[in-house]
């Protein structure tokens, strides 16, 4: 029953306009990726992935996108460039979230069942660092400086936040009933952590440590804060639909229906264009963020999951 509240149960680099953004979509029905051109909004590609793939992680600088596949205990690694499958990094354990440092030098996974935390050098796959740091780590994100890690610890009801340089745990941030999503504003000033059993979102002032509380629609999964960070958006699974928050006023903006049990969400900042995995629908719902209307619906794989940043842009 973990398992299974555990699958039906995210952060932006500049772009210039000659370059063509993806959206890297995990469907853990299928055991495939589907990738999304989102100038078009059409399927580009779709690759084959380990077993219940569930979080992604991707990254320009290194033309790579790493997949956690929880059932099969792998990450596997796609080349962006081709979107071919190039290696899988085996883990001995269940790998759901997934971050990059903004530096490209480390990946981190979050370990549901053994509650840790891996480190793992994305030049030598083979180095790996742990650290053990709450019950069923969940959402990571990592500071624009590559100094803290943010993970939500789902039954702990707690963010640690780790030193990065020594894998050890700063402090601990309570927060609201089963944090599973996080989101860290562009300035990292601004750590939103996305509440399932409370139905909240608390956005939390890094450097204060000042907290408020949100409340967003049924059974909220994951967020993704606008560029200027005046705006948050916040997928609900139950409701089937995106609560859009005001964050300095602390109001909601709207709400915008989507399709069955939305779990992942990226923006692309510069088409300004908001996606969300519906892993009810077997698609992807694409938001016009300036104006908070549902633009198009796109057809992925069985059950889109892509639980972490999924949006790269290449030249």
């Known amino acids: 029953m973990l398992v299974a509240g555990l699958l039906l149960t995210a952060c932006t680099s500049a772009s210039t306009p000659t370059e063509t953004s993806y959206a890297y979509i995990t469907n853990q029905g299928d055991n495939s990726v589907s990738i999304i051109n989102t100038a078009s909004n059409m399927l580009a590609d779709t690759v084959a992935a380990g077993k219940a793939p569930v979080g992604v992680a991707v990254s320009a600088a290194l033309q790579r996108a790493f997949i956690s596949n929880v059932e099969s205990q792998e990450i596997s690694v796609i080349n962006t460039q081709n979107n071919k499958l190039i290696d899988t990094i085996k883990i001995n354990g269940s790998p759901v979230g997934l971050v990059l440092a903004p530096d490209n030098k480390m990946l981190y996974v979050a370990d549901w069942f053994e509650n840790r935390i891996l480190a793992i050098n994305t030049q030598k796959f083979s180095d790996i660092r742990e650290l053990s740091v709450g019950d069923a780590p969940a959402g990571l994100v990592v500071s624009p400086?590559?100094?803290?890690?943010?993970?939500?610890?789902?039954?702990?009801?707690?963010?640690?936040?780790?030193?990065?340089?020594?894998?050890?745990?700063?402090?601990?941030?309570?927060?609201?009933?089963?944090?599973?999503?996080?989101?860290?504003?562009?300035?990292?000033?601004?750590?939103?952590?996305?509440?399932?059993?409370?139905?909240?979102?608390?956005?939390?002032?890094?450097?204060?440590?000042?907290?408020?509380?949100?409340?967003?629609?049924?059974?909220?999964?994951?967020?993704?804060?606008?560029?200027?960070?005046?705006?948050?958006?916040?997928?609900?699974?139950?409701?089937?639909?995106?609560?859009?928050?005001?964050?300095?006023?602390?109001?909601?903006?709207?709400?915008?229906?989507?399709?069955?049990?939305?779990?992942?969400?990226?923006?692309?900042?510069?088409?300004?264009?908001?996606?969300?995995?519906?892993?009810?629908?077997?698609?992807?719902?694409?938001?016009?963020?300036?104006?908070?209307?549902?633009?198009?619906?796109?057809?992925?794989?069985?059950?889109?999951?892509?639980?972490?940043?999924?949006?790269?842009?290449?030249?």
């Open 145 to 315: 400086d590559n100094q803290s890690l943010y993970i939500a610890n789902r039954d702990s009801n707690d963010i640690a936040v780790i030193d990065t340089s020594t894998l050890s745990i700063k402090k601990r941030i309570p927060v609201g009933k089963h944090p599973f999503g996080l989101a860290l504003s562009n300035s990292g000033n601004l750590l939103a952590s996305v509440n399932v059993k409370d139905d909240t979102v608390d956005i939390i002032h890094t450097e204060s440590g000042l907290k408020q509380t949100l409340k967003v629609g049924y059974h909220p999964y994951c967020a993704a804060f606008s560029l200027d960070e005046k705006t948050l958006y916040v997928t609900n699974t139950q409701d089937d639909s995106v609560s859009v928050l005001n964050v300095n006023a602390g109001t909601l903006i709207t709400t915008i229906n989507v399709g069955s049990t939305p779990e992942g969400i990226s923006i692309d900042h510069r088409l300004q264009r908001a996606y969300i995995a519906n892993w009810g629908s077997n698609n992807v719902s694409v938001i016009d963020t300036k104006t908070n209307h549902l633009l198009t619906t796109i057809k992925t794989g069985d059950k889109s999951r892509a639980f972490g940043q999924f949006i790269l842009s290449r030249p």
